[in-house]
Nanobody, 130 residues
Framework: QVQLTESGGGLVQAGGSLRLSCAAS????????MGWFRQAPGKEREFVAA????????YYADSVKGRFTISRDYAKNSVYLQMNSLKPEDTAVYYC???????????????????????WGQGTQVTVSS
C-alpha cells in the first residue's frame, strides 16, 4: 500500500518560514515526479510546486515563485517544500502528491494538473497570521 505522509505544518506569523516534508512508503518515486498542492477553505485544490524525477527540474505557481523551494531526497524517498516570506494568503491545507505514470518527458503543464498525480497524502495545515 502506497502512503505519502506530510509533516511540518503549523502556525506562523507573516514573513516567517516553514519546511514541509513528505515521506513516501510502499513504492519508490525515484523515477516519478512529485508535487505539492494546497487547498484553502471554500476553494479548489491548486498547484504549488513540482519536481521532475530527473535533472532536478522544478516548477512553481506564480504566487509562490521566489519564496518557496521544492527539493527531493532520492535515498529517503521524500520531497520537501521550503516556504519563506509566508503571507496570510498562503494559509491552506498542503498536500503532497506522487505521479505513478511511466517515466517520460512531459510538457511543463503536465506537472501542475491535479489529475496527473495518482497518490496523495492526508494533508498538513499551514496557517499564516497577519
Amino acid at each position: 500500500q502506497v502512503q505519502l505522509t506530510e509533516s511540518g505544518g503549523g502556525l506562523v506569523q507573516a514573513g516567517g518560514s516553514l519546511r514541509l516534508s513528505c515521506a513516501a512508503s510502499g513504492r519508490t518515486f525515484s523515477r516519478n515526479a512529485m508535487g505539492w498542492f494546497r487547498q484553502a477553505p471554500g476553494k479548489e485544490r491548486e498547484f504549488v510546486a513540482a519536481i521532475r524525477w530527473t535533472g532536478g527540474i522544478s516548477y512553481y505557481a506564480d504566487s509562490v515563485k521566489g519564496r518557496f523551494t521544492i527539493s527531493r531526497d532520492y535515498a529517503k524517498n521524500s520531497v520537501y517544500l521550503q516556504m519563506n516570506s509566508l503571507k496570510p494568503e498562503d494559509t491552506a491545507v498542503y498536500y503532497c502528491a506522487g505521479d505513478g505514470s511511466t517515466p517520460a518527458w512531459y510538457s511543463s503543464s503536465y506537472y501542475s494538473r491535479v489529475g496527473t498525480y495518482d497518490y496523495w497524502g492526508q494533508g498538513t495545515q499551514v496557517t499564516v497570521s497577519s
